[in-house]
Structures are given as structure tokens and as C-alpha cells.
């Protein structure tokens, strides 16, 4: 068998995926090392058994003969990128799309490396170059969509979903991601058609159950909603996600025990850090030391440090090391040791588990400074009279570990109008234009008071003096409940574990009275219910 039937044989068994055999075959040529085609065999052959070291070496050996194949350079592409060469892979994709004009895919790939690197507006060149090349290229549609989606771009990003489904209906991704970005705009009714219509398609795709459940929860179609989750989990039990979203639902259905468990997978926790605990701790902790680490936003941790109380009833002494902006307060809290911790502590989110916890525990204390509270006392009187009542209008960021909440300043000024008190503005960040329209729509001048969030022994303080707070969930209601204080919460649909799906209360809170938004994503109701009660309370 000469050079060119060996490479013929080995492309016949390439292509029957006898990658071993064909690369045995190939070895046996003489003079195989400057022989392009059999190197670029050799490279397909090493890189359809994940020996990505051997593919870049082959392709690159094969490169110096073929030095006008653009499939070659699209395959050495995907080799440089397999092993981490980013910055190689790139140059060879776009040597690719230079030589081969009508080739489309080293487009589509280059734009996935931009992407990947944070270069949006590169990325989008690629996509649509790629398409432009290859009209009805259902990948580039559906990548270009991703990367819209996650500038937020909906509608842009919905069109390329939709384009994406026309050139391959059964494209399941783009299927389940047209769902999410349906719900985005707040069109659920069309995502939840989506769903149902990629399981006719395709009904053991967990993403799709998953993605199901998510749309059911936010039309408050909650036990359908489990339902869907609990399949995602049954087709593919480390689907992580579908047990973290589940989790999230069950504890705001009340659902302790199963919805802690589930909780243990959520994506804010580094498992490198923290691995996953799989045994609970014992009844009986006499003479141990547990140890505990931050995990989440400041409120978070005000919020799981209450736990830290049934490890002291089990006989447990609690050591914590918290971030280093709430140190000083919880320093304050008795049979609480602050310190640096070791390899082996808990992360404080995962103590509701470790306890096999399955009802609310009350609110830890937190006692402010003496002279904190004297100065912030002085300050409040400078603002005006009492009554004083905080408001809060907006809390979290854009961000996949993050819940963004937000009421219109404009229902929460009207609801407050004519109340006889002086109203203190406790927004962190405000915009520039915010202070002014709310002085403009509580018909009062309003006190700024946002700079006390960057020291939270002035919030503290703050909270410990306010007669009524009004706002939405944000670390300052978690310390207005360390002090004792009640408070008024303005929960955005669909409600969180903290708040729960529904009621004029939550057992994490029972003092707080909860304004809920409704599930067309109306205030309406839950303004006029506040503008109610607070002037029943102060007029």
C-alpha cells in the first residue's frame, strides 16, 4: 500500500470514528512527519480521543506543507483553543476565515473567543460575519443571541433565537434560551408556550423542565412549578442548577427540612472553599469548636448568624470570621468569638442544613454604640421633627448571584404624602435625579442620610432610632430586626425564602409588616395597603 492509499484507508477509518487504527495506519508511512495530510489525519485522529497536546503538534506540522488550507487552520484552532492558547487559536481562525472565503465557521468560533474574553462588540462582528457567509447558520444565530441576551439586548436577542429555530427547528438550546429571554420581557405566558413546545419536542431535556419551573414560579403557579423542577432533577440528578432554583421555591413555600437541602447547591458558594456537606451535625456538640466563614452579601450573613445560636443551646462554642465591615458589630454578640478560621469551617449559609432546620429562628441582636447613637441622635434632629421614617427604594445589582429589587420611588412618595413625619432617604447609591423626585412626590423635603450604608455602625445606629422603615429587602432591614425594631417590606413578585410566596408576614420577621407586589408586577395594592397603615399609625 503506498502513501496515498494509506491516507485513503486512514480517511475511510477516520471517518467510521477508528481514530487508533487510522492513526496506526498512518504511522506507517515513510517520511509521515512531512507528509501534510497524513499529519492533519494524525491531528484529527489525536483530537477525537483528547489528546489535544498531539493534535496542536500534528496540525502545526501538517500547517508548514498545507500553508494555504483553511480547514486546516480552523482544526488547529480548535486544537490551540482545547490546550488554552487563546491568543493562537484566534490567529488561526482568522487565517481560516482569510483563506477559505466561504468557510463560516472560524467566524463563528472567533466570535465565541471574543465573547469569552469580554469583547462584546468584537464578538457581534464575528457572529454576523459568520451569518453573512452562511445565511442561516442556526449556531451563529443562537451564539449571537447568548451574548445579546447577556448585554440585555431582549428583543435583539429574541430575534436571533427565533432565526436560529428557523433554520433548525429543533434546536433545543436556542428553544429553552427563547423561553428565558420571553420571560425577561416579562412574557411569561408565550415562554411557558416555548417550554411545552421544546418537550413535545424533546421531553427528557432537564434545562427545559428546569427553565419550565422557573417561568411556573413567576406566575405563582408553584406546585407545578415543583413538579417540573423535581423531573429536571430525576433525568439528571447533578443537575445543580434545577436543585438550587427548587430549593430557593420550597423555602419560600415554607418547605424547611427539603428546602435547605436543596439550598446546599447554590451558585454563590465557592465548593473549592467550602466543600458540600453531606453529614449533619450532632445533637450533641459539647467541647467542639465550630467554625465559621462569610459567605454572600453583609445582610446575608446578619441573616444565617442567627443560626449560630442553636450550635451554643448543642453545647458547640462558635468561632467567626465575618467581612471586615461588619466585624466591630459582631463583636458585640455574646458567645460569638471573631477570628480567622481554618480549611475546615462551614460556610455560615449552610448552617440551616447542617441543623436540619425546619422552622424560623428569631433574629440574632445587635446592641449599637452608645456614642454612634447620640451623634445619629443629633443628626436626626437637625433633619426635623420626629416622627423619623427611612425609606429604601432599590437593593441588589445586575448579576447572576444577586436578586435585584426594586418599587417605584414614585408609589412609594405618593403612599407617603401628607403623612406628618420627616422622611430620611437611606437609598445607598443614589442617582442624581432620585432625591429630587422623591422631595417632589412626598410633597416634603427629604433627609439624605444614603452615606451612613458605607459604615454600618451609623446604619445600626440609624435603624436602632427610626420609628418606621419603609423599603425593600436590603441588609438595613436585616439590622433594623437585630435591633428590635419593626419595619414595613416591600417584596417584589415572586417572593424569596426571607418573605415567602405570600401573607402579611414571614416567620424569619414576624414583626415586619410585607407589601406585596402582585404577580402582573402591579404595586398598585400594595401601595394603597401602605398608605393605610402608615396613616392610620401618624395621623
Known sequence: MNSSDNIAAATELIQAGRFEEAATL???????????????????AAFQTNQAESAVTHFENAARALTEDGYLQNNLGQAYKS?????????????????????????????????????????????????????GYAEAHFNLGAMLQD???????????????????????????????????????????????GLEISPDTPELHASLGSCLRLQAKYTEACNCFERAIEIAPDFIEAKWNY???????????????????????????????????????????????????????IFFLRFAAKLIQRGASVRFQPNPKLETLIGRVQDVTLGPVGAAAFSIADLPYLLASQEAVPSLTLSPDEKVVADMQARLAAAGPPPYIGLTYRAGGAG?????????????????????????????????NE???????????????????????????????????????NT??????????????????PGEYRWLVEGARSPWFPDFELYRQDLKGSWEGAFAQLASDIKAKYE
Open 151 to 197: 448585554q440585555l439586548r431582549l428583543d435583539e436577542a429574541q430575534e436571533q433565537y427565533q432565526l436560529a429555530l428557523h433554520a433548525k427547528p429543533g434546536y433545543v438550546q436556542a428553544i429553552n434560551n427563547l423561553g428565558t429571554v420571553l420571560d425577561d420581557l416579562g412574557d411569561h405566558g408565550a415562554a411557558e408556550k416555548v417550554y411545552l413546545g
Open 400 to 432: 447572576q448571584d444577586t436578586l435585584v429589587k426594586n418599587a417605584p420611588l414614585e408609589g412609594i412618595g405618593k403612599a407617603l404624602k401628607g403623612v406628618s413625619a420627616t422622611f430620611i432617604d437611606v437609598q445607598r447609591l443614589p442617582q442624581a
Open 83 to 135: 490546550v488554552g492558547n487563546i491568543q493562537k487559536a484566534k490567529m488561526a481562525f482568522e487565517k481560516a476565515a482569510e483563506l477559505q472565503a466561504e468557510f463560516a465557521d472560524p467566524l463563528n468560533y472567533l466570535g465565541l473567543l471574543h465573547r469569552q474574553a469580554g469583547d462584546g462588540a468584537a464578538a457581534e462582528k464575528s457572529f454576523n460575519a459568520a451569518i453573512a457567509r452562511r445565511p
Open 26 to 44: 498512518l504511522n506507517g508511512i515513510l517520511g509521515v512527519e512531512k507528509d501534510g495530510a497524513a499529519q492533519q489525519l494524525l491531528g484529527i
Open 247 to 301: 430549593g430557593f421555591l420550597q423555602l419560600a413555600l415554607g418547605e424547611s427540612l427539603e428546602g435547605w437541602a436543596n439550598y446546599r447547591f447554590r451558585h454563590s458558594v465557592d465548593r473549592d472553599a467550602f466543600p458540600l456537606p453531606v453529614e449533619r451535625l450532632p445533637e450533641d456538640l459539647s467541647g467542639q469548636e465550630i467554625e465559621l466563614a462569610a459567605e454572600q452579601g453583609l445582610g446575608d450573613e
Open 476 to 493: 438595613n432591614m436585616h439590622l433594623r430586626a437585630a435591633t428590635g425594631k419593626s419595619a414595613r417590606v416591600l417584596v417584589t413578585h
Open 435 to 473: 432625591q429630587a423626585q422623591l422631595t417632589e412626590t412626598v410633597g416634603q423635603e427629604v433627609a439624605d442620610f444614603s452615606a451612613i450604608n458605607d459604615d454600618l455602625e451609623q446604619a445600626l445606629a440609624l435603624m436602632s432610632l427610626l420609628d418606621d422603615y419603609v423599603g425593600v429587602s
